[in-house]
């Protein structure tokens, strides 16, 4: 592939032509200063759709159970009944917890958990009726179109149906996780018996029907290539096209340590740091006009290199504070359940843009171009290792 080659396809992305799946599979071919040249497009690219704010949304995680017998390849979260860190969390618990994020300024709270075996289909609705009781204004992001498939068939109703249910409920929006690479083969080996890629497409379009707006993810570095992420590119922009409904994309590097697919042999220890870039890179590119937000997973990346992809690579938010990450941690990343508030903001201001809270749906709920946010120690205590990942930000000045 020639310098030409490339530079003609970043020029008609700069004009405002649309990238074809086949020109991003020749940006993902790219290295050295090609890459710089990919890079350094879907940083203008970004600035021209979004500026330079770079967002945070202050969200608490709650995972309300890790008990699950589906079995995916790639999941280190899941246990079994009986294990001693099986967890199943009651409703006042669950609803306790996002009172407690609320006191910590959280405006979301994302729920999401294994597929229990003894759960009924209303247990989800359950779940939002116990956190509006006693957080009425939270917005709740919640459940997997995994979820939403397992809980409507444990209701015994179609998955609209659930969804209007759930919306009824209290539900805002849904993540849009389980999505893993949309293709049939990779699936098949992924997790298989799990939600097929067509009925993922579905119940997001079902969603994004109903009012119910969902991210996009793709997770990405284990069996997958290429050609594959343009594949998914491709079907989540022509979904967008369609309903409007992606709030942004956040790609999620697979987390390899305690995945049991790494474990058998028939994985890549995760993207390398090149995949990380061109991922974050192209899908701005890819999306551009389409998908304004794409944000950075610090829980994958870690801080620092979250930062670069921030500051270098065409990404424009920095996800949420989380306050509990269960699901990367449970596969080994060692980065820490919480970012704070003031901590992101001073990530941000090191890289030389402006720090803003945003709420689910990307506005803008307060930035920080003159003042900090409240100091707070994080909810979870840092292990040493954690706490120097962290030290930089916290002796810096606001
Ligand atoms: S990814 Fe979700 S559905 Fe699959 S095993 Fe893990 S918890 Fe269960």
């Not at 050295?32 to 202050?58: N, P, S, Y």
């Not at 709030?247 to 790494?262: K, S």
Request: proline share 5%.
């Amino acid at each position: 592939m020639s310098d030409r080659e490339i530079g003609r396809i970043l020029d008609r992305t700069l004009s405002g032509k649309e990238l074809t799946p086949g020109e991003a599979l020749r940006l993902f071919q790219a290295e050295g200063k090609e890459l710089r040249a990919i890079l350094q497009t879907a940083d203008a690219v970004r600035r021209a759709a979004v500026g330079d704010t770079v967002t945070f949304v202050i969200v608490r995680n709650v995972n309300f159970t890790n008990i699950c017998y589906t079995g995916c390849k790639f999941c280190g979260f899941a246990k079994r009944k009986g294990d001693p860190e099986a967890e199943f969390l009651s409703l006042d618990e669950i609803a306790r917890r996002v009172e407690e994020a609320q006191e910590r300024g959280a405006t979301e709270v994302c729920i999401q958990g294994g597929l229990h075996p003894n759960i009924e289909g209303t247990y989800y609705g359950d779940i939002l009726t116990a956190i509006k009781d006693r957080a009425p204004d939270i917005h709740i992001h919640a459940f997997s179109p995994f979820e939403i498939k397992y809980g409507a068939g444990r209701m015994g109703v179609s998955t609209r149906d659930f969804l209007l249910y759930l919306k009824d409920c209290g539900l805002g929006t849904i993540p849009g996780t389980a999505a893993e690479i949309l293709d049939v083969e990779i699936r098949q080996q992924l997790t298989r018996d799990k939600l097929t890629a067509a009925e993922w497409i579905d119940i997001v379009k079902t969603a994004h029907r109903l009012g119910i707006r969902s991210t996009a993810t793709m997770m990405y570095g284990h069996i997958d290539r290429p050609e594959h992420w343009v594949a998914h590119f491709n079907i989540l922009r022509e979904i967008q096209k369609e309903t409007g409904g992606f709030t942004e994309f956040v790609p999620l590097g697979f987390i390899h340590w305690d995945a049991p697919l790494y474990f058998a042999g028939g994985a890549r220890p995760g993207p390398t740091r090149d995949e990380n870039l061109k991922v974050h890179a192209i899908a701005r590119l890819f999306f551009n006009g389409w998908i304004n937000h794409i944000q950075v997973s610090w829980v994958k990346l870690g801080p620092r290199f979250a930062q670069y992809v921030l500051k270098n690579g065409g990404a424009n938010d920095f996800g949420g504070t989380l306050m509990n990450e269960s699901i990367s941690r449970s596969a080994g990343a060692p980065y820490g359940q919480e970012v704070t508030p003031l901590e992101m903001c001073r990530m941000i201001r090191e890289i030389g843009r402006r720090p803003a809270r945003r709420n689910t749906l990307y506005q803008i709920a307060e930035p920080y171009d003159d003042h900090d946010p409240p100091d707070m120690e994080p909810l979870v205590p840092r292990t040493a290792e954690q706490s120097s990942l962290f030290a930089d930000f916290a002796r810096q000045p606001g």
